[in-house]
Structure formats: C-alpha cells, structure tokens
C-alpha cells in the first residue's frame, strides 16, 4: 500500500469517524442544555418573553413520504412540552398562549437553501387568550425587531393538527366576550353523515372533504348580545394544499339570530372560500345587520334554507352568493338567490326574488306597520281597540338612513300572488329595488289588482340631511265589483276606479312626509253603487255614517264619482271632490292637515229636481284621522236643488286630471263636465332637502 493510499484512506475513515460522532452527540445530546438560547432567541424575535418550560427533546426518524436516496436522510422530530408565550402588559390574562405539547418534523436537506420545511405540527391541549382594546390594540400583534431587510428564512408548512384546547377572545370593538372549548368527539363522524350525502356530492371533482373529529362550543356575547353554539370541525388543516377542503360544522344563536351551517372551508390559512348550507331565521332581517353589515328591512319572523359559496380572497374584494334558498318571512315564501359583494366604494347587495305567496301584513313593516298590523276577521267582529294617543295613525317608525350609506343594492322580487287582509285581489307583483349612495329607488312597483293594474314609482334620496322623498301612482281600470267581492250589490255594477296620485316631502317616515308633502292626487269612478253596508263592509266608520244620513239604508246608484285634490306642505284640499248619484249631487269641500293628522270637511248634497222631503242638511266630519267627529250642521242650506248650478261653481278652479277611462254610462248627469275638467296629470314638484 502507498503512502498516499494510506494517506486517503486515513482522510476518509476521519471523515467517516467525525460524522459518525457528530450523529451519536447530536443523537445523545441533552437538547434541554439548548432550552435557555432558543427561549432568548424565540423571545427578541417575537419581542414577547417565550419559553419551553417542559422537557425538551429531539428523536432522528427517517421520513417514509421521501423518495429516492432522500428517504435515508433522517428528519429531526422535535418534541416540546409545556410552551407558554407571556401576554402584553395592559391584557388581563397573565399568558397570551399555552401548549401543553408541540411536535413536529423537520426537513433537514432544505435548512441549506434557508427553508424551514415542516410537513406536520400536532399541538396538544393548546390555549389562547385574545384581547382587543377599543382604541384597536390587539395582543396577538407581535412587535417584530426591524433589520431594515426581510428575512432570508422561508417557512412553509403543510399541516397543522390539534387536540383538545380553549380559546378566549374580549374584543371590545367587536363587544365581544367569547370562550371556545375543542374536545375530540372520540370516533370520527364522515362528513356527509353531517353535511348531507347530496351536498357532499354537489361536486364530484373536489376532493373528499375528511371527516369531522373534534367538537367544539362557544358561550359568552358578540354585538353585546348573547351568544352560545356548538358544533364540529375536522382534525387537520391542509395549510399547503388550498384544494384540500376542511369540515365545519355550528349551530349558533345570537341574540334572536340563530344559525345552522354544514360544509367546508378551503384554503384556512388564507380564508380562502367557504362552501356552506346555511340555514337561517330570526325575529328580523334588520337584526341582521349588526352582524353582518348587510342592511335589511325591519320584515316579520323569517327563515332561509340554502347554500352559501363565498370566495373570501376575491381580487375586488369577498363575494358571498347564497344560492337556490328557500325562506319565509312571516307567512310569506321567498325563493331565489342573492350575492354580496365587499368592495369599493361600498359593498353591495344584489339578487333576484321570487315568491308564491305574498302577505301585504308581512311588507307592513317595510313602511312602519307593525307586522300583521291589519286586525284580523275576529277581531273586527269585537269591540274596536282603544286609539292611539292623540288618533295618530300614520306609521311613525324612522327609516333607517344612516344604514342606506353603507351598502348599495339591485334586487328584483316577483310574486305570484298577493293576499290582503281585507281580501282585496292582487297578483302578479313586480319590484324592482335599487339602493345607491343612500338613494332608494323603487321602479316599478307593479301589480295586478281587481281586474286593473297599479304602477307606482319610489324615489328616496338618504344621502343626507332629512330624507327627501317623490312618489307616483297611477290606477288603471279597477273594477268594482273585484273590490268588492263580497257585496252582492256591486256585483251590479260595471263601473271601474281610476287613478293618479303624485307627491313629494321631506321627512324620516311615513308619517313625516305626508305631513309636509305637496302635490295632486286625482281619482274617477263610475257606475259604482253605494249603501251602508258597504261602508261596513270596507270598515269605514265616517263613510257609514254619511251614508247612512245621506241614504238611508238604501242602495243608490252612483254615475260617477271625481276627486282633484291639491296637497301643498301636508295639507289637503279639494279642487274639486264630487259624487253624482241617481237622485243627488254630493260635493265635498274643507282640508285635511297630514301633519297634525287633523281634518275639517264639509259634505254638501244636492238633490236633483223638487224633491221636498229628499232634502238632506249638510254634514261635517271634524277632529282627527284616529278619532274623527263626524255630524250633522244645524241650518239647513241656504239654496237648495241646484245641483247643477253649484257643480259648475266647484269646477272652476280645478286643476283637472289626466283623460281616466270615462264612465259606461250614457245618461244625462253631470259626468260629462267632470271629464272635460279633468284632463291634466298630477304633479308634484321636486322635493326640496330640509334645513
């Protein structure tokens, strides 16, 4: 053997012999000895005190994922027990977070590119107290040393699994007071045993989401209302694979918020998407809106089946579509989907609605009605409820503008058929809601009623300042005996209802912006009839008592009927109001105040011919719109029997309506000079922003 032979063999065996010590002394080390520097190290990196406070250890295990030469390297299996992470000096809690246990395994062969590369970290018994101040100090925002240049390290790891643990979060921007406990539920529940093996199977190219294996339960109040729920999630978060779809699984009750949600999270470390049936119910839609920021009307008791796809890491922002629900609100059904977009300026609403059936008692509160304001049939039979303080009858709810400016919204509801309390006939609703930088438009608003149409328009303009509103509303051929249905006497009758009405004011409710609305409202009718029971059959207290004074009980024709009504700042007043009857001309003269909800008319008749005895005295109806006095004037009037005469007076200053159908009717009466005065459409002028 040379001496150079000798020389390279004597190298190598060092080599050999080094590596072979370097490996038994880091195999045999006492990592515990190493506890002191990596808890200095861990604690300026976080700039936090951090410490191993347990047993530290490394075990050397060749990694059986690895192909090749490569799974012959052996991987270090760090194992750490009893870590704790010390809170910031104004939180409560003296820990920020503990873990009873961590281990994980460490790729060596990619420490030599700066990769930390750790497939798996299981924690066990892991806890975390998380605070929130209101001026927006968090403690899980870590004050990280500033070298001016980011780090070269790269960490990426795959999976992270966990065991039972708790977490408590006081969040006072969020006013919220929760604790979260995780146990495992002891023998793993597939997730379509849960989610349902239809929904499981919605897409068959997704991967298979795994199974749930840990339950959890939360207690405490969100929003300041109180909060409790319950439900499962699965045992591993893919971190590294974003198509790898984790379980989830809860029934919570917020408040009278309650919710019920099955399916899938992808992508957890980036919130990626969501994949949900959702159900959902509660008192009200608005309560809604402080939980999610979604701004909804005030509507009755209401529920949503349907499924929920939201991608959370949208480029113009999270987009959530909930998609084929099935609801009800009230007794009214409610189908079809809706989205809700997060963006710039402002996020937005959009969707398209469809229902079967309609209850108006369940849109009641859209306006400020209580729901099912609307007495019911056994109640009308009873005793009439004590009025309201003052008669105040208008609804008074405020809408809620402020909400107006935070979202937009683009949705259209179409329903079949629509059911009144007063079993008026409507169908075939068409609504088209359009809210844009605290503007609310509706347009239309159509719908099918007694065999005629209504078309209306809404604009409400919230932007600012008091809300400013204009309303048009036009009634096309309603026939009266469908208004009637039940009356055996308009079943007679062929005449129809005809209309327009066009206002604008300025208030936060209903009730404010007839009081300051100005405008016309004009309606005809012809060939109607008109008794008492009628009256008690439209549950018209004052109009049965006028006809009762004025007819009797009888039944009596009407040719037609006209109304030209000016408003001007809340207060109403007859240009011309007229009913031309059989045997009488009836005209109609004073104001009503919208404001004060007041009114002070007069009611004229004048017979037709000589008739002595057929003579009325004239009637008046004073007091407030709840409580209304209605009576008879003691001295007679003054000329009598010139119907005729006294209606081309009244026609004089009216403003005139639009060309309504005319009536049926071919008798001489005085329907014909109505028609020719009213010609012109109503008009409202634009409504002017309060100071």
């Keep these: 053997m040379t001496r150079t032979r000798k020389i390279a063999i004597g190298i190598v065996g060092g080599i050999v012999l080094l590596a072979v010590v370097l490996v038994v002394a880091i195999a045999t080390f006492d990592w515990n000895r190493a ?24 075990k050397w295990e060749r990694e059986p994922d690895e ?3 490569r799974a012959w390297v052996p991987w270090p299996r760090v194992i750490a027990n009893d870590i704790s992470v010390a809170n910031t000096p104004w939180a409560k809690a003296p820990q920020f977070a503990t873990l009873k246990r961590g281990e994980f395994s460490l790729a060596p062969l990619p420490l030599l590119r700066q990769r930390v590369v750790i497939r798996r970290i299981q924690l066990t018994e892991p806890a975390a107290d998380l605070e929130r101040l209101a001026d927006g100090r968090a403690n899980w925002v870590f004050t990280l040393p500033e070298s001016g240049e980011p780090s070269p390290w790269v960490l990426d790891i795959n999976e992270i699994g966990f065991d039972k643990g708790r977490v408590g979060l006081v969040d006072e921007i969020l006013k919220a007071d929760l604790t979260v406990l995780v146990d495992p539920l002891g023998k793993p529940v597939p997730f379509a045993d849960v989610a349902g093996a239809a929904f499981a199977a919605e897409d068959g190219s997704a991967p298979r989401p795994r199974d749930y294996v840990f339950g959890w339960k939360v207690d405490g109040k969100y929003k300041g209302l109180a909060t409790k729920g319950e439900g499962k999630v699965g045992g591993m978060l893919a971190l590294q694979d974003a198509s790898q779809p984790f379980p989830v699984q809860a029934d919570v009750a917020i408040g009278g918020t309650k919710a019920s949600v099955a399916g899938t999270l992808t992508d957890p470390v980036n919130l990626g998407a969501l994949d949900l049936r959702l159900k959902l119910s509660g008192a009200s839609m608005a309560q809604l809106y402080p939980l999610t920021g979604v701004t909804l009307p005030d509507t009755p008791p209401y529920s949503t089946d349907g499924h929920l796809v939201a991608k959370l890491q949208n480029p113009g922002g999270a987009v959530f579509d909930y998609k084929g629900f099935n ?6 059904d409610l189908h079809g989907d809706i989205a809700f977009a997060l963006g710039s300026p402002r996020p937005k609403l959009t969707g398209k609605l469809s229902s079967k059936l309609l209850r108006m008692a369940d849109l009641g509160p859209l306006i400020g009605v209580p729901s099912g304001g609307a007495p019911a049939a056994a109640d009308k039979a009873k005793d009439a409820p004590a009025k309201p303080k003052g008669g105040k009858v208008l609804p008074t709810q405020a809408f809620r503008t402020d ?54 328009t809404a604009r409400l303009d919230g932007s600012g300042g008091p809300l400013t509103g204009r309303v048009e509303m036009h009634a096309r051929r309603l026939r009266l005996k469908q208004l009637f249905p039940a009356t055996e006497a308009m079943q ?72 030209d009504l000016e408003m001007k700042n809340g207060v109403m007043t007859p240009r011309v109001f007229v009913f031309d009857t059989e045997n009488a001309l009836i005209s109609i003269t004073g104001k009503a105040d919208f404001k004060n909800e007041t009114m002070d008319m007069d009611i004229t008749p004048d017979s037709k011919g000589f008739r002595i005895f057929s003579l009325r005295s004239p009637l008046y109806v004073r007091g407030t719109f709840g409580s209304p006095d209605v009576g008879v004037h003691v001295l007679p009037l003054a000329a009598r029997g010139a119907g005729m005469v006294a209606l081309g007076v009244l026609l004089t200053p009216a403003a005139g309506l639009l060309a309504l159908i005319a009536p049926s009717t071919t008798d001489e009466n005085a329907c014909g000079p109505l028609l020719e005065q009213m010609r012109k459409p109503p008009k409202a002028p634009a409504p002017a922003k309060g100071k």
């Design 35 to 58: 506890k002191p520097m990596i808890n200095e190290r861990a604690s300026a990196a976080i700039g936090r005190p951090f410490a191993i406070n347990g047993d530290l250890s490394v």
């Design 403 to 456: 909400r107006w400016r935070d979202m937009d919204a683009d949705v259209a509801l179409d329903a079949a058929r629509i059911v009144h309390d007063s079993k008026l006939p409507l169908s075939d609703l068409s609504v088209h809601v359009v809210l844009q930088d605290g503007k609310l438009t509706l347009d239309p608003v159509r719908f099918g009623m007694a065999g005629g149409a209504m078309n209306a």
């Design 492 to 563: 007679k009758t062929l005449g129809e209802l005809n209309g327009d009405l066009a206002v604008s004011g300025t208030g936060n409710s209903v009730a404010a912006l007839l009081g300051s609305a100005t405008g016309d409202v004009k309606m005809l009718v012809n060939d109607g009839v008109i008794s008492r029971s009628l009256m008690e059959i439209a549950g018209l207290n004052v109009g049965n008592y006028v006809v009762s004074k004025l007819f009797g009980d009888d039944e009596v024709k009407i040719n037609c009927g006209a109304a």
């Design 67 to 69: 192909g090749g030469w």
């Design 327 to 332: 609801g009800k609100v009230g007794n009214s």
